[in-house]
């Protein structure tokens, strides 16, 4: 299957600060990605669309402006966790829409506030 | 209508045994239906996918069921081993939106 590499796998930071997650998908372009956030023993939440090029589509409840995403190349989308607090904490997770319309996730980002 | 049913939630099997989770969507427009499995802090790897055309789809020990008048499908993993010990979820989504629906989960543990 297509590979997706997701950086970093995990991150500690002070409430307050800024984190950016990215997410690569290493042997075939896509040009849509999608983030999800993952809490404990419970399913994927899709956060939003990212479409190469144009503006990412937010799910209904997502903060655009809590969470920036950025999908500046076919490779390539980013997510910044902006003036992250305790709440934030969760595991994220990117996908990579395949050319024959799979899926394929990165292994995920534990992002920790202190 | 965009949900889709997963159970059951936990599952103990013994080893060698056979896994089955079943899954129950609503939309009729849902034409594609992976089974992805993830391990504890790891992100989910799709397994296998089946699309309406076919009932069943077999790839090694895992095979997915399909009823279409039912709006079911399920995953049976046999000759269950420990190493399957993971959470297993279905997902469905409609050609031209891309949209992957999931299930709620179901957290396998295959005892040795």
């Known amino acids: 299957g297509a590979v997706v590499s997701q950086h970093p796998s995990w991150v500690i930071c002070k409430s307050g600060t800024s984190v950016k997650i990215e997410c690569r998908s290493l042997?075939?372009?896509?040009?849509?990605m999608f983030w999800y956030r993952q809490f404990p023993k419970q399913s994927l939440m899709l956060m939003a669309t990212?479409?190469?090029?144009?503006?990412?589509?937010?799910e209904q409840g997502v903060e655009k402006d809590k969470f920036l995403i950025n999908h500046a190349s076919l490779t390539l989308s980013t997510l910044t966790v902006t003036s992250a607090h305790p709440e934030d904490s969760s595991f994220y997770i990117c996908?990579?829409?395949?050319?024959?319309?799979?899926?394929?996730f990165g292994e995920g980002s534990r992002l920790t506030v202190l | 209508q965009q949900q889709v049913k997963q159970s059951p939630q936990s599952l103990i099997v013994q080893k060698g045994g056979i896994s089955i989770i079943n899954c129950a969507y609503e939309?009729?427009?849902?034409?594609?239906f992976p089974w992805y499995q993830q391990f504890p802090g790891k992100g989910p790897a799709l397994l296998i996918a089946?699309?309406?055309?076919?009932s069943e789809k077999k790839e090694g020990r895992f095979t997915i069921s399909f009823n279409k008048s039912a709006k079911q499908f399920s995953l049976h993993i046999m000759d269950s081993q420990p190493g399957d010990s993971a959470t297993y979820f279905c997902a469905a989504s409609a050609s031209g939106t891309y949209k992957y629906i999931f299930g709620t989960g179901t957290r396998l543990k295959v005892l040795a």
């Open positions: 990212s479409n190469e090029g144009s503006k990412a589509t937010y």
């Open positions: 042997d075939f372009q896509a040009t849509t």
């Open positions: 996908s990579a829409l395949g050319t024959t319309g799979e899926l394929f």
């Open positions: 089946i699309r309406p055309d076919v």
């Open positions: 939309n009729t427009a849902f034409d594609y």
